[in-house]
T-cell receptor
Framework: SQELEQSPQSLIVQEGKNLTINCTSSKTLYGLYWYKQKYGEGLIFLMMLQKGGEEKSHEKITAKLDEKKQQSSLHITASQPSHAGIYLCGADKNTDKLIFGTGTRLQVFP | NAGVTQTPKFQVLKTGQSMTLQCAQDMNHNSMYWYRQDPGMGLRLIYYSASEGTTDKGEVPNGYNVSRLNKREFSLRLESAAPSQTSVYFC???????????????FGSGTRLTVV
């Protein structure tokens, strides 16, 4: 959706490298959800951020929401082949549905 | 432990044929959704149902119909399939339509549809 911009569109990194994916909205977000999709499969929930400045971590993945609640970043430390897939952000703009970004395709090579 | 179940997983249709994609959830969620995923377009909402008995159009509803049969089931119908409907379709459910974490979606594994 053009209402939610994700960058980069694709990323190829060597195993062990760190990387960051960004999700930007022109309007204030009431909630920001990160999902991961393995190729050919459904989406798996990673984390949800709601408060400005909030940061959450799970294993080697950290997600942050900026103070203005318009941008979120997903950072992977020491990437592994298991991190490969498509990462999507979904935004709650105070309606009864989510708007999703276009996704970031991540490949991790040995 | 099933979550959201979608059928079929794969389907090939000829232009003009009709079909129904089935979706069922066992989490007692109120809201259910149908999305399509196309390369470079992310997930686009086709239809959603905030509660049993209600349905609303999403971003790309043309060419589709839905039925919220009961709280568990939400089906998507293509009356006359077109090549532009070639896509991967995902069903999802969430606890409710508002509030923190209540929009958290649980997704099915997808249906890969090809219209020739």
């Amino acid at each position: 959706s053009q209402e939610l911009e994700q960058s980069p569109q694709s990323l190829i990194v060597q195993e062990g490298k760190n990387l960051t994916i960004n999700c930007t909205s022109s309007k204030t977000l009431y909630g920001l959800y990160w999902y991961k999709q393995k190729y050919g499969e459904g989406l798996i929930f990673l984390m949800m951020l709601q408060k400005g400045g909030e940061e959450k971590s799970h294993e080697k993945i950290t997600a942050k929401l900026d103070e203005k609640k318009q941008q979120s970043s997903l950072h992977i430390t020491a990437s592994q082949p298991s991190h490969a897939g498509i990462y999507l952000c979904g935004a709650d703009k105070n309606t009864d549905k989510l708007i999703f970004g276009t996704g970031t395709r991540l490949q991790v090579f040995p | 432990n099933a979550g959201v179940t979608q059928t079929p997983k794969f389907q090939v249709l000829k232009t003009g044929q009709s079909m129904t994609l089935q979706c069922a959830q066992d989490m007692n969620h109120n809201s259910m959704y149908w999305y399509r995923q196309d390369p470079g377009m992310g997930l686009r909402l086709i239809y959603y149902s905030a509660s049993e008995g209600t349905t609303d159009k999403g971003e790309v509803p043309n060419g589709y119909n839905v039925s919220r049969l009961n709280k568990r089931e939400f089906s998507l119908r293509l009356e006359s399939a077109a090549p532009s409907q070639t896509s991967v379709y995902f069903c999802a459910s969430s606890e409710d339509g508002t509030g923190s974490f209540q929009l958290r979606h649980t997704f099915g594994s997808g249906t890969r549809l090809t219209v020739v």
